[in-house]
């Protein structure tokens, strides 16, 4: 009886080691399933963080080359360059009033930013501001062009203080415009400043999904003069934070002081 006794008692001590062993192995094998890449998804930028970190592709003339050109949140400046030959796909009109009549390149807008740009038109107008698009989308050709032609007027020191070098040019995304008051004066000029179509934009656009991308004050961060004109895309979720933060783009993915670069 001793020995069957015994026996019994080793039988119990080896079944529960077995499911002792099991039990452990339930708890940590949920863990080993979990992906490490789960938090490396950058088109929401920064949405647990403080700052956010643009992803690149490589390099071209001493410029970071964006791995991201189609996300709403990408940063163009004279750091971070889009990728050579670039050309949004998804451009189109939208259905607001321009300086101009004609259909033609620099009157489109990504389709994201050309919707979010009717609701900005529309809650300007319910407020008795009556805006008008100057410059949309812009190709890297015509950017060139205009670059180039800048720089025969005024130099290229004080060219590359009021426009981009071709290829990091906001209007090349697809997702900045120009704008001014419906009766078109001040276009794209420094007497912008100060309307009341100045003070709307700068209180109400994040409301809508866009910043003034080159705000007073902010020229050594962004390597630009103050421009209230020039309204850039980025979502609701993103411009609120800006806003409220007051920083720059730059800022947010905490770019180096692109006065330093091109």
């Not at 390149?105 to 038109?121: P, V």
């Not at 009021?162 to 420094?190: M, R």
């Not at 004050?217 to 609701?236: A, M, N, Q």
Request: net charge negative.
């Amino acid at each position: 009886m001793r020995i069957k006794k015994t026996g019994q008692a080793l039988t119990v001590l080896l079944l529960l080691f077995a499911f002792g062993c099991s039990g452990a192995q339930q708890t940590v094998s949920p863990v080993a399933s979990q992906s490490p890449a789960s938090n490396t998804n950058t088109d929401a930028a920064g949405e647990a963080g403080d700052t956010a970190v643009q992803e690149t592709s490589g390099t071209v003339d001493d410029l970071l080359v964006v791995a991201n050109p189609t996300a709403a949140v990408v940063l163009v400046n004279k750091q971070y360059s889009l990728p050579e030959g670039y050309e949004p796909q998804d451009l189109v009109y939208p259905d607001v009033a321009f300086t101009f009549t004609e259909k033609i390149d620099k009157r489109m807008l990504r389709k994201e930013a050309a919707d979010a740009l009717e609701q900005l038109f529309a809650g300007a107008s319910g407020d008795g501001i009556q805006l008008a698009g100057v410059s949309g989308y812009r190709s890297y050709d015509r950017q060139k062009t205009l670059f180039d032609n800048y720089v025969k007027k005024d130099g290229e020191e004080a060219a590359r203080m009021y426009s981009a070098f071709p290829g990091t040019s906001e209007h090349q995304t697809g997702l900045a415009i120009d704008v001014t008051g419906a009766d078109g004066k001040c276009a794209a000029e420094d007497c912008f400043a100060g309307t009341p179509e100045a003070g709307w934009l700068a209180d109400h656009a994040w409301e809508y999904g866009y910043i003034i991308r080159y705000p007073e004050g902010k020229d050594s961060l962004t390597g630009y003069k103050y421009e209230p004109w020039h309204i850039r895309y980025v979502g609701k979720e993103l411009a609120k934070e800006l806003n409220e933060r007051e920083i720059t783009l730059d800022e947010y993915y905490n770019a180096v002081p692109v006065s330093e670069k091109r």
